[in-house]
């Protein structure tokens, strides 16, 4: 079955109402209701974030279960009496409180004088970034020649050396005091004898960057947290006018995770694993359907509106520092499932989240352009949803189906092909398993490391009772375009033939047996292109 959100309450305070928050505690700690607290005070936008939620106060304290407003001690008090506190208290009382995990609402560092500081930190680095690739205002981005290569969208390290210089007040003011403290300075500084000048009246000026030594190492603090690129695969920014690099951004036309730049580390890969499984598992549960036909559909227009996506595209951004070694290092992976299940989940949810930030793709020209230039930043790499599917998932043996085999999906000398599943751990029946926006694809549905076999099995079977139609007196299967297109994957006509014996409901048919699958003919339906749009 899904798996469901684990509930949290919350009760977030002010401290201007102490004594009501005192109030609301006792009452939680009587009735032995374990809750989190979170001061509100000195983070307006967290305030108003919780201000608009359903039946939301416009004053603190206030008490929350996940994302819905409960109100304040009156109001619990009249949920007692209503007999709803009892259930409340038993959906707490299933999960350790030892293991509670942090909310999926913005909430502060709890330490007062660290309010809201990693945030500020983010969104100064973001709007360093902006700043830099504006149009009017930053650096000078364009397609460029050099030793007969065409390098799009880059600078050179001599123009951004010179930006920053030009602009270090405005910049000084604007990216942390301590952002360079781990880049090495480019040069030993050499003491030198001044004569002393009387006292300024002028200000002295301070601040992070001063010097092209300093500009330099803002370079290599972007080019070390993969924010920027060298086009050369250098890895020491160099300020010299041929070196060119390029912001991770413009990588590909849409890089939808980087809204928010994610500079801090993740505390666990694995927590992040099961966050995004339950949130996308939210988003499934909340916002897709089937038709009459058992069409998986989603409501993009609703789904795209909703908070829950919010919190997901914020919860995405966290990617952006994935250790994907993380696959190898963990002793309790076996055949690379916990990495397929993710790839695969990230799939199907990129496609989700391409379709509402791009729209849905009309024709082969733009499908071509969305499976290509839709992608998420992972670790610091960029994969777009055919680096994931031809990549990762058919271990990077052909670029695209029909295709030959010498062209590969990563090149020669592509960091990516670390992350590639090993030939003997491919699993053929996920090509079925991805939801490709349409409806011609197979459910969507949320898979989990310790049940995949199951699962997969599971939409498997639903796919082909749905695509394929046997003529048993002909010797005939009329199979879906996707064994088609990954015919080689699947071994051939005659082997498309065993997987749908083997694995289709029923097989072929009460009584049919496949002695020989030569016997059988195959011929293949149109792929269904048309929107799987609910709304």
Known sequence: GRRT????????????????????????????????????????????????????????PQVFLNLDALGGLDDLKQLQTEGALTGIKKRLTLRSPQK?????????????????????????????????????????????????????????????????????????????SDFLQDIPDTAPSTPTLTPTKPPSS????????????????????LLNEKLIKSVQNSRTFSPDSTQFYRFQLDEVEHLLNMDKIWSSKIKSESQLITDLSNQINNLYEHFSTTSNSSTPLVNYSALSKSEDFSFFKLSVA??????????????????????????????????????IAVGTPKNANERAKFFSHVAYNIGGLIFSLNDIEHGILRGNIYSRPGKPAWKKQFGQNDERLLHVIPEAHIDVRILLCLNRGS?????????????????????????????????KERKELKVGKLFDWYGVDFGGVDKVVEFVAKNRSGGLGEGVEVNDPKEWSVRFDCFDWSENNQG
């Open 5 to 60: 959100m684990e509930d949290q309450l919350i009760l977030y305070t002010h401290q201007s109402t102490p004594a009501d928050t005192s109030a609301i505690s006792d009452f939680l700690n009587k009735h032995n209701i374990h809750y989190q607290t979170v001061d509100v005070t000195n983070n307006n936008d967290l305030q108003n974030e919780l201000k608009k939620r359903k039946n939301a106060r416009n004053e603190f």
């Open 100 to 176: 509670a995990p942090p909310t999926r609402l913005l909430t502060p560092p709890q330490s007062p004088n660290a309010k809201i500081m990693l945030m500020e930190e983010e969104n100064k680095v973001e709007k360093l970034i902006r700043k830099m690739r504006d149009g009017k205002i930053g650096l000078k981005i364009s397609n460029r020649n050099f030793h007969t290569k065409n390098h799009k969208r880059v600078f050179s390290g001599s123009e951004f050396v010179d930006w920053i210089l030009k602009n270090k007040s405005e910049i000084n003011t604007e990216i942390p």
């Open 202 to 221: 002028k200000p002295a000026d301070t601040g992070l960057i001063q010097n092209k030594s300093q500009a330099i190492k803002l370079g290599q603090k």
């Open 318 to 355: 966290k990617l952006q520092k994935f250790n994907l070694n993380y696959f190898r290092e963990n002793p309790s992976t076996s055949k690379n499932l916990e990495e397929i299940c993710f790839f695969t989940n990230l799939y199907n949810i990129l496609v989700i989240h391409g379709i």
């Open 439 to 471: 409806r011609g694809s197979v459910n969507l549905r949320v898979y989990e490391a310790e049940t995949m076999e199951k699962g997969v099995k599971e939409s498997v079977e639903k796919y082909l009772g749905q695509s394929v139609r046997v003529d």
